[in-house]
């Protein structure tokens, strides 16, 4: 990808796991946060109805995320979480990415670009990755606490499908006249990417590849 002019700047819109990072982020964290309170372990079995639920179609995506966080680690106080979320952000960044996508997020930032991490990840730790990437703006699902002691629900929408929709209408507001191109990995993303000016999706199948590129939308391959 090229430089863009300056009166070229976009709006560079980016998923966080499998667009950016290879694999998940969400349960890497939460597993090594509860390695480091094995106090804690005994409440794995809360997980149960959670699980049954969600298999049942009684709980969604959000709601399955927030049961686990809320389950393993409610009244887990702020300095505890923020430290592990520190170490955490800084570990995943660059391993946790892969090169291609981290080289085209800078040359976005190098050419002017406004920059933002969409991502159905959590905010205890997402906002840290994107400034460790020297992403300004971060767009990511809210956890819940109550006061300095996580809760560990939603707080707000899971950011993720249609979600994101709403998101990005938020941004042409806030930004009028740009551009945007936006990257992503999974069929929930293409309900925002299809709305855009560009749209790469990452790492498709040789099938959806192939559908994809009869709408317009460019499909590469990151490692």
Known sequence: MESAAPHDRRLALFDLDGTLTRHDTYLPFVLGLLARQPARWIRLLLLVLPAVGYLAGRLDRG?????ILHQ?????????????AGRFATGAVPARLMPAALRTLQQHLA?????????ASPDLYVPLI???LGVSETHCTAIRWNG???????A???????????????LRAAHPGLPVIAYGNSPAD???????????????SPRL???????????VRWR
């Open 209 to 219: 590849a192939a559908s994809l590129g009869a709408e317009g939308i460019h499909c």
């Open 130 to 132: 994107a400034q460790r």
């Open 72 to 84: 393993l680690f409610k009244g887990m106080p702020f300095d505890t979480i923020s430290t592990w």
């Open 63 to 67: 709601g399955l995320k927030g049961a």
């Open 148 to 154: 300095l002691w996580l809760d560990g629900r939603l």
């Open 111 to 119: 050419a002017g670009d406004h920059v933002v991490v969409l991502s």
């Open 156 to 170: 707000g929408p899971n950011r993720r499908d249609h979600e994101k929709s709403r998101v990005l209408d938020t």
């Open 190 to 204: 293409l309900n925002h990417m299809r709305r855009c000016e560009q749209a790469v999706y990452v790492n498709a």
